[in-house]
């Protein structure tokens, strides 16, 4: 028996029934239907993967501003007196608050 190929074919829009990309579901055939119970857990985990992934992403901002804190408190009398102050106490604090940021993300997620 010879094995036919399938072909992916893009769906068309009609006057009765445009296409709407947004609105398209992808099913696993292999699990069948998801139960409402199913779909909580599953959106819940997600929403608490992305959870991690913004705190991250915050902790990796706060050691970029104190690298870049630090940059100009060596950039000494280039920059004004405030500016230097300012950037020495992020460049010292930052560090110590990105730790705790760090620490709560492993115990929370």
């Known amino acids: 028996m010879a094995s036919k190929s399938l072909k ?39 929403a608490r993967m992305l959870a991690r992934e913004e705190a991250e992403r915050l902790d990796r901002g706060m050691m970029d501003m104190a690298a870049l804190a630090a940059e100009i408190v060596a950039g000494g009398e280039v920059y004004p007196a405030g500016v230097r102050e300012l950037a020495s106490r992020l460049a010292a604090d930052l560090p110590q608050k990105a730790q705790g940021l760090r620490s709560l993300i492993s115990r929370s997620f």
């Open 8 to 46: 992916l074919v893009p769906p068309t829009a009609t006057a009765e029934a445009p296409v709407v990309a947004a609105a398209a579901e992808l099913y696993d055939l292999g699990r069948g239907p998801e139960s409402t119970a199913q779909r909580v857990k599953r959106l819940q985990a997600e």
